[in-house]
């Protein structure tokens, strides 16, 4: 896996858990076309509740993101000090090589916070344990996409 400067169909992005015997350090989002269009939907409707002083969020069920452990400290450090999500390019198969949480994942949502930001969460099906992404820019990421696309027509 190596950082992008151009939009890529994934995105890394840092991740953590409240677990104190299991480690989540990233997840890899697919930021296909068909995300695309899930993610303009989404934050459409939650602009339309920006004005609200007291609305907090906007919960989906969201399969998009799946969570990893960096046991060998490779895998964060792609990312430049300070950034916390950035364009990734994955080589075929590449994901299957990477280590997972030993919870078995569920109740997958994506949260969407009226700025256009968003995140990641799941929960140990047995433990109950979170499992969550940091906040990261949605509407940036998919204009990137469109930009570049539109650029290369």
Same mark, same amino acid.
């Given at each position: ?9 994934? %995105? ?8 104190? &015997? ?5 997840? %890899? ?5 068909? &995300? ?20 907090? *969020?906007?919960?989906? &069920? ?22 916390? &999500? ?25 949260? @969407? ?24 820019? @949605?509407?940036? @990421? @998919?204009? *990137? %996409? ?8």
């Amino acid at each position: 896996m190596k950082l992008s400067e151009q939009p890529a169909n994934h %995105i890394l992005v840092k991740a953590y858990t409240n677990s104190e &015997w299991d480690s989540c350090d990233f997840a %890899i989002v697919s930021c296909d076309e068909s &995300w695309r269009e899930r993610m303009t939907k989404r934050l459409d409707a939650v602009m339309s509740f920006r004005d609200a002083t007291d609305f907090l *969020s906007l919960n989906y &069920w969201d399969g998009s993101a799946e969570f990893y452990a960096d046991n060998d400290d490779k895998i964060v450090k792609v990312l430049p000090d300070g950034r916390e &999500w950035g364009f990734v390019e994955l080589e075929n198969g590449e994901e299957e090589t990477f280590d997972t949480p030993e919870n078995r994942l569920d109740c997958r949502k994506m949260v @969407i916070y009226p700025g256009g930001c968003g995140r990641y969460q799941a929960c140990g099906k047995h433990s109950g344990e979170e499992f969550y992404t940091v906040e990261f820019p @949605i509407g940036e @990421i @998919i204009e *990137s %996409i469109r930009n570049h696309k539109t650029s290369e027509s």
